[in-house]
């Protein structure tokens, strides 16, 4: 696209959200949007005419992305996304996705390709925060279930010292049912915290523990009190 086209077409691309040039099949920049020129913070007297990996504060060549480049007009191919991660001089590390296509003129194979650079470092950034975020919750959350686990433990041992040196039979059994009681809700809740579950229980075997202690509640006898 040279200066000389219709301002329209020159206006539709700058209103495209991404960075975009237009480069000839010698990889040279004949146009630039305004989110090029911001992405990079330059402006068209440093970018246009120059070649696409010699421009001052763009990307750098790399070995694998420059020949992709060059087969684009040569071999008619396209490029989806191509993740890219440089450090560039003004305006720090980012990550972009490249695309890339040949440009066709009425119908036929143009000498010219269209190359979009979307950046990705906010999104990216996002995402990473919010892994390491979940990461540090998951293990605080295991941290406190262990923690009520022990708790729930130390409990029942001390009713059950209690209930041992209980001479009143009465008192004894009500210590036995607390306990057993309490024994229920800790089996309840490791089986729902403390296991670490990823969303799924085994229904059976769990059930029957539990029941399995209402049995115990029900009979006011523990033989392991």
Same mark, same amino acid.
């Given at each position: 696209?040279?200066?000389?086209?219709?301002?329209?077409?020159?206006?539709?691309?700058?209103?495209?959200?991404?960075?975009?040039?237009?480069?000839?099949?010698?990889?040279?920049?004949?146009?630039?949007?305004?989110?090029?020129?911001?992405?990079?913070?330059?402006?068209?007297?440093?970018?246009?005419?120059?070649?696409?990996?010699?421009?001052?504060?763009?990307?750098? &060549?790399?070995?694998? /992305?420059?020949?992709?480049?060059? @087969?684009?007009?040569?071999?008619?191919?396209?490029?989806? !996304? $191509?993740? %890219?991660?440089?450090?560039?001089?003004?305006?720090?590390?980012?990550?972009?996705?490249?695309?890339?296509?040949?440009?066709?003129?009425?119908?036929?194979?143009?000498?010219?390709?269209?190359?979009?650079?979307?950046?990705?470092?906010?999104?990216?950034?996002?995402?990473?925060?919010?892994?390491?975020?979940?990461?540090?919750?998951?293990?605080?959350?295991?941290?406190?279930?262990?923690?009520?686990?022990?708790?729930?433990?130390?409990?029942? &041992?001390?009713?059950? /010292?209690?209930?041992?040196?209980? @001479?009143?039979?009465?008192?004894?059994?009500?210590?036995? !049912? $607390?306990? %057993?009681?309490?024994?229920?809700?800790?089996?309840?809740?490791?089986?729902?915290?403390?296991?670490?579950?990823?969303?799924?229980?085994?229904?059976?075997?769990?059930?029957?523990?539990?029941?399995?202690?209402?049995?115990?509640?029900?009979?006011?006898?523990?033989?392991?009190?």
């Amino acid at each position: 696209m040279s200066r000389e086209e219709p301002l329209e077409y020159r206006d539709i691309v700058n209103s495209m959200p991404h960075a975009l040039v237009i480069v000839d099949q010698k990889l040279v920049i004949r146009f630039a949007n305004f989110e090029f020129y911001k992405l990079f913070n330059l402006n068209e007297q440093s970018v246009l005419g120059r070649h696409f990996f010699d421009v001052k504060g763009s990307l750098a &060549s790399e070995k694998d /992305i420059r020949p992709l480049l060059e @087969a684009v007009i040569k071999h008619d191919i396209t490029i989806n !996304r $191509i993740r %890219l991660e440089q450090t560039f001089p003004v305006i720090g590390r980012r990550m972009l996705n490249l695309a890339a296509n040949r440009i066709s003129h009425d119908g036929l194979p143009g000498k010219s390709m269209v190359i979009v650079l979307q950046d990705v470092t906010q999104a990216r950034m996002l995402v990473e925060t919010t892994a390491e975020t979940l990461t540090r919750t998951r293990a605080s959350i295991v941290e406190v279930n262990h923690r009520v686990k022990n708790n729930l433990a130390s409990i029942r &041992s001390m009713l059950r /010292i209690e209930a041992r040196n209980t @001479a009143d039979g009465a008192s004894r059994e009500i210590m036995e !049912r $607390i306990g %057993l009681r309490l024994e229920s809700m800790s089996r309840l809740y490791e089986m729902l915290t403390v296991g670490e579950i990823d969303g799924t229980i085994e229904v059976a075997p769990n059930f029957e523990a539990i029941c399995d202690t209402i049995a115990e509640i029900s009979s006011a006898q523990s033989p392991g009190w």
